[in-house]
C-alpha cells in the first residue's frame, strides 16, 4: 500500500523548535525526490522544502530558509523536517509529499510537483 505517514505536530511557542518525520511505504522512496508542503488556514498549500534522491542537493522558500532543515533516511525510508525558530506564520498543516516519480522538484514549486501526500500533521506557533 502506497503511504505516507506524518507525526511530530504540535502547539509550541515562538522561538521553539520540532521534527516532524513522515514514514513511506508502497513506493520506490530511495529514487524519489520529496518535499514538505504546508497549508494555512485560508491560504493555498504551498511547498517549503525540497530534498533529492540521495539527500545531497535540498531546497527552501526564503521565509524558512536558515530555520528548517530537510533530510532523508533512505535505510528507514524516513523524511524528516527540523524546524527552528518557529515563528506564528508558521502555524499550518504539514504534509510529506512525494514527487512525480523521475522528477526532481526543488522550491518554489507548484504543489502539482507532488503526485502523493499524507494526511498532515498540525504544528501550531504561539507568540
Known amino acids: 500500500q502506497v503511504r505516507l505517514v506524518e507525526s511530530g505536530g504540535d502547539s509550541v511557542q515562538a522561538g521553539g523548535s520540532l521534527r516532524l518525520p513522515c514514514a513511506a511505504s508502497g513506493f520506490s522512496y530511495g529514487t524519489t525526490y520529496m518535499g514538505w508542503l504546508r497549508q494555512a488556514p485560508g491560504k493555498e498549500r504551498e511547498a517549503v522544502a525540497t530534498i533529492s534522491t540521495g539527500g545531497h542537493a535540498a531546497y527552501y522558500i526564503d521565509s524558512v530558509e536558515g530555520r528548517f532543515t530537510i533530510s532523508r533516511d533512505n535505510a528507514k525510508n524516513t523524511l524528516y523536517l527540523q524546524m527552528n525558530t518557529l515563528k506564528p506564520e508558521d502555524t499550518a498543516m504539514y504534509y510529506c509529499?512525494?514527487?512525480?516519480?523521475?522528477?526532481?522538484?526543488?522550491?518554489?514549486?507548484?504543489?502539482?510537483?507532488?503526485?502523493?501526500w499524507g494526511q498532515g500533521t498540525q504544528v501550531t506557533v504561539s507568540s
Open positions: 509529499a512525494a514527487a512525480r516519480q523521475g522528477w526532481s522538484v526543488t522550491c518554489p514549486s507548484n504543489t502539482r510537483n507532488f503526485g502523493l
